[in-house]
């Protein structure tokens, strides 16, 4: 994962072994994925592309409710994390960055104006950007 140093990413990739790991042990999934991860991670016809980089092979809908609905019952105190980031598309560091005066209610829009990297808050690394996010999302962010 670009732009993220290497003790994030495999920091991240142990939050989600940890929820996969439950979803294994509660017979929701036949397996941990993450748990395959190596240090290449290779598009699955087993090529990289030209540019080196892995193509992005992200959840399907189905994984994306599993995942979300695994959070919600065993680390409800981090199901609002999972859900920002799911819907929203932000990275990590710009939802640890977030503050309230950054979320436009009425519009339904986040706007990014920095990005947690290294313990430091900077300004993120696309400059700023706003994201948008779905009604669903909003009656549970307004219910917090």
Do not use: C
């Not at 993450?34 to 092979?57: M, P, T, Y």
């Not at 339904?108 to 950007?129: A, D, N, Y």
């Amino acid at each position: 994962m670009e732009g993220f140093a290497a003790s994030s990413v495999i920091h991240m990739k142990n939050v989600i072994s940890g929820i996969l790991n439950k979803a294994v042990d509660d017979e929701m999934l036949p397996s941990n994925v993450a748990l395959r991860i190596g240090k290449i991670v290779q598009k699955s016809n087993g090529d990289e592309q030209e540019n080196g980089k892995a193509g992005a092979d992200p959840l399907s809908r189905e994984e994306t409710r599993l995942l979300l609905d695994v959070a919600d019952g065993h680390y409800p105190k981090d199901y609002p994390l999972f859900l920002l980031l799911f819907r929203t598309g932000l990275r990590i560091g710009e939802a640890f960055a977030l503050k309230w005066g950054d979320i436009d209610f009425n519009g339904r829009f986040i706007h990014v104006q920095r990005g947690l990297s290294r313990m430091k808050i900077q300004t993120p690394r696309t400059g700023r950007r706003v994201g948008r996010y779905d009604p669903a999302t909003g009656r549970y962010v307004n219910g917090l």
